[in-house]
Each structure stands twice: as C-alpha cells, then as structure tokens.
C-alpha cells in the first residue's frame, strides 16, 4: 500500500494556547528533538505553564516552538489505538497549569517519537548543512519511501531527527477523531519559514 508523508508542524493559530517553558523546566530538554528517552529527566510532578502572551483555546496538540509534541488525552488514546505507544513512541505526563498557574484537569503528555528512519532523498530535498555532512535545516523533505519500513506511521527523520514525520493513514486517524492543533505539510514541497 502506498502511503503520503507529512512533515509535523505547529498551528500557530493566534487564538490558541502554546506552551514555552520547556528549556527551562527539564533537564537535557534537548534528547525531545533528537528522538531520545526522556523519562529520566522529566518526572510525571513537571509543572508546564500555558504561555500568558498566547491565545486561550486549548487544542488537542499544543503549539510549541521547541518542536514537541504535547498531546491530549484523546490525541493519546489514538496514538495508543494505533498501536505507537511503547518501543515507537514515549509518553511523558506532566502537569498542566493554565496562565493563573492553576491545574488543568484534562491531562496532557508530551509524545516522544523514538523510532529514527533515514530516509533522505539528498538529491531533490532541500537543506542547509551544518557540516561536511550533517543536515543543519530542511526547507523541503523529499523522502526515499522505499526506505520507509510498512509499519512507520510517525518517526524522525534520522539525517535530521529534530523533524517528525507521519504518515497519511494516522494523519486521518487524527481528523476523524476530529482532533485539533496538529498543522502538517506534504514532503516533496516546499516547508514555508
């Protein structure tokens, strides 16, 4: 069966609710964007504020510019019907804390994808190098679909693991779900800045 990939992005609804803090909440923050386990650094009592200069419309995958993906409980509960949750993808819970500094009730988890796929096409993307042969920025992901295992529904990209790919069939999990907050874009075209 052929698949669609997309490239993960962040809504930047200006209505909606983002999260800022995270650099400064958790030690080795930075393992998030390079597809690495978290727990450890990052236990369950991890208190994260909805940033005050944001909107207040609280979607189901919150805005963020350090490229995590914070999940809600029902963007949760199709990520586990799909059977992502374990060896492919870590669930980090924290506590919510809307801009009063008060608990949410509904919870939310940061979603680690640990499953890395080199996939490449160095021939038609196009990037920027931050060395003789590492990947500093992608500006459109072409991807060698025959490199992509069948069961890969959402990986990083291991030439750049600080880019999340999913595939078209979760994608549509995520919309009949009627999930919201998740922007995407098609690999083969252009990502806009």
Known sequence: MSHVYFTVKFGLDPRAAQIVELPDKVERYFYLT???????YLPPTTELSLYERAGDMLTDFIGNPDCVLYVSERAQQVLAARGLIGAELELLPFVLLDKRGRKLREPYCIANPLRSVPCVDRERSKYRLDGPDEIGDI????VREGSIPDDAQLFRVAEFPEMMVLRSDLLEAFHQAGLTGLAVHPTGTEIPG
């Open 34 to 40: 390079k597809g690495r386990p978290v727990a450890p």
């Open 139 to 142: 500006r459109m992901l072409c």
